[in-house]
């Protein structure tokens, strides 16, 4: 019987990591503000007083005593997504895949199940960090079906704030009185935007802020023996002496598919150039936010939480009900979205 694989007896084949490593939770910054929980209901509700204002009012000796307004409250939808997808290891898969980084040794079955698991998953928690970095970048999402027609909308209110000079006009662009002006932006709510915020933006963004000549302002400040800041470090410690942001700089993307017949890949990056998000501090450091895990019918129980399986089409047992060929399948999934309690705890600012 002639073999399955030829190869010269000289060759050496080995298995190199992806360019791209999987990205799993770890390093994605957003979930410290925005942590993920489940809640077994199929739409998220939630009621938020109005703020207090006024001062107490006089009276004066004998005086009745005046009544103030009743304090009202306001109620927020949140309409989950549903998302969810699948990759199959077919019959001719099974029969003939090798490992990777030989030439004719078989793989087993779970070797092939755990890459795909690995990049489902990682498909959902950059499904998830894009819906957070839409909502935080542009205020609202609109997510397409395999039809093309729109499934998924949401929109939320955060703050904005335009410089007047773009930072990339570096000779008198004025980030650091743009921070001042921002911070102020924090009147009137529980938030502080000073030191003990975020200034999340990517490496663009972050190089015009680098490279600014303005006298007038960054370029006009001066480090110990004169020096001036011109790195993150040096910046850093400038804004957070002025009680401003701490500096985020954040470049991760996401992988579009292959569009050129190399497979040359493009990619999308979840903060645009010349937007900084400025994500504050609430009271006891309470979070601004969740993103929030939803019922889901195809878990046990239709609980809420993520949704992951692998089916064997041949795998129950003698008798049962088995289709051939032979099909594995592994899906991940889930419904939920972001909530946002605090929109003014964000500031997105155009520069």
Known sequence: ???????????????????????????????????????????????????YYGLQQARGLNGEFPSVPKTQG??????????????????????????????????????????????????RLDRQEWILWQFLVNGQISVAGPNGATVVTGAY????????????TTATATPSANFRLAKLLGRGYSVDFGAKAYAFMNSQTFNYLALNTNPADLYGRRLQWGATANNLASISALLQGD???????????????PTQADGTFGYNLYIPNNTVIIIGERPGGRAIGKYQYT???????????PY???????????????????????????????????????????V
């Not at 190199?16 to 990205?23: G, N, S, T």
């Not at 209110?157 to 990339?168: D, G």
């Not at 009680?243 to 598919?257: A, E, F, G, N």
């Not at 019918?297 to 239709?302: D, Q, T, V």
Request: aromatic share 8%; hydrophobic share 35%; proline share 9%.
């Open 1 to 51: 019987m002639p073999s399955l694989f030829t190869f010269p007896t000289s060759a050496d084949l080995e298995e190199i990591e992806q360019d791209m490593l999987p990205r799993l939770e770890a390093d994605r910054p957003l979930s410290q503000f925005f942590p993920t929980e489940n809640k077994d209901a199929d739409v998220i509700l939630w009621e938020q007083m109005d703020s």
């Open 74 to 123: 306001r109620r927020t939808p949140m309409t989950p997504g549903v998302y969810g997808e699948f990759e199959p290891i077919d019959e001719a898969e099974l029969t003939t895949r090798r490992k990777y980084g030989t030439f004719a040794e078989p793989i087993d079955i779970s070797d092939l199940v755990a890459p795909i698991q690995t990049k489902l998953l990682q498909r």
């Open 157 to 168: 209110n955060v703050q904005k704030f335009t410089a007047t000079v773009p930072w990339a």
């Open 243 to 257: 009680d401003l942001p701490q500096i985020v700089v954040y470049d991760k993307v996401y992988r579009t598919t």
């Open 295 to 305: 019922r889901n019918a195809n878990n046990p129980g239709m609980g809420p939480g």
């Open 308 to 350: 992951m399986e692998v089916i064997d089409t041949m795998g129950g047992p003698e008798g049962s009900h088995r289709r051939p060929p032979r099909t594995i399948e592994v899906y991940d999934g889930h419904n939920g979205g972001m909530k946002l309690m605090y929109g003014s705890a964000i500031i997105n600012m155009a």
